[in-house]
T-cell receptor
Framework: GAGVSQSPRYKVAKRGQDVALRCDPI?????LFWYQQALGQGPEFLTYFQNEAQLDKSGLPSDRFFAERPEGSVSTLKIQRTQQEDSAVYLC???????????FGDGTRLSIL | AQTVTQSQPEMSVQEAETVTLSCTYDTSESDYYLFWYKQPPSRQMILVIRQEAYKQQNATENRFSVNFQKAAKSFSLKISDSQLGDAAMYFCAFSNTGNQFYFGTGTSLTVIP
């Protein structure tokens, strides 16, 4: 389809394991955002890319979180040494540029046991 | 810091009636954007409506309209002729930089047949 695609849709990991979440934005979208959404809460900003440049990573909760977008298209959010508090839905969004409407993926629900 | 407050965790409306969802925000900026997003159980966030702060005219999109009161820092969403498909979580969001978006905690809307 033509929308933002995220995979996997569900991910279960044991505490301490590393996980990688993938986001495939809409073709041609310059801006890419990652959000963390805890149960019953609104999305919280994690990081922002403009093409391949990570211009803002102020929302990443710790140095265990790492995001990349090496070719300015697909992005990967990696969480190292996962902890229970990392359990959440991770949403990816893309847009044509700043202030343009964001198109969201379906999210990845991460559960840490 | 920017904050977005949605004081109504849950709302309900009779089908075909009108409902208003409240949102207030706090910022010292004069130029910014405000958004309402809808998140159905499928999890995908969908943009409902967008308002630029420098525009005095309230935005409208078919059955959806906003009441933007800049001085009061209020941005409510009115849904007219409510339909069953309008049932979802509704999030108010604020952005002044274009790359960081701040979301409220959401209002769960139930539409009663």
């Amino acid at each position: 389809g033509a929308g933002v695609s995220q995979s996997p849709r569900y991910k279960v990991a044991k505490r301490g394991q590393d996980v990688a979440l993938r986001c495939d934005p809409i073709s041609g979208h310059v801006s890419l955002f990652w959000y963390q959404q805890a149960l019953g809460q609104g999305p919280e900003f994690l990081t922002y890319f403009q093409n391949e440049a990570q211009l803002d990573k102020s929302g990443l909760p710790s140095d265990r979180f790492f995001a990349e977008r090496p070719e300015g298209s697909v992005s990967t959010l990696k969480i190292q040494r996962t902890q229970q508090e990392d359990s959440a839905v991770y949403l990816c969004a893309s847009s044509l540029g700043l202030y343009q409407p964001q198109h969201f993926g379906d999210g990845t629900r991460l559960s840490i046991l | 810091a920017q904050t977005v407050t949605q004081s109504q965790p849950e709302m309900s409306v009779q089908e075909a009636e009108t409902v208003t969802l409240s949102c207030t925000y706090d910022t010292s900026e004069s130029d910014y954007y405000l958004f309402w997003y809808k998140q159905p159980p499928s999890r995908q966030m969908i943009l409902v409506i967008r308002q630029e702060a420098y525009k005095q005219q309230n935005a409208t999109e078919n059955r959806f309209s906003v009441n933007f009161q800049k001085a009061a820092k209020s941005f409510s969403l009115k849904i007219s002729d409510s339909q069953l498909g309008d049932a979802a979580m509704y999030f108010c969001a604020f952005s002044n930089t274009g790359n960081q978006f701040y979301f409220g905690t959401g209002t769960s809307l139930t539409v009663i047949p």
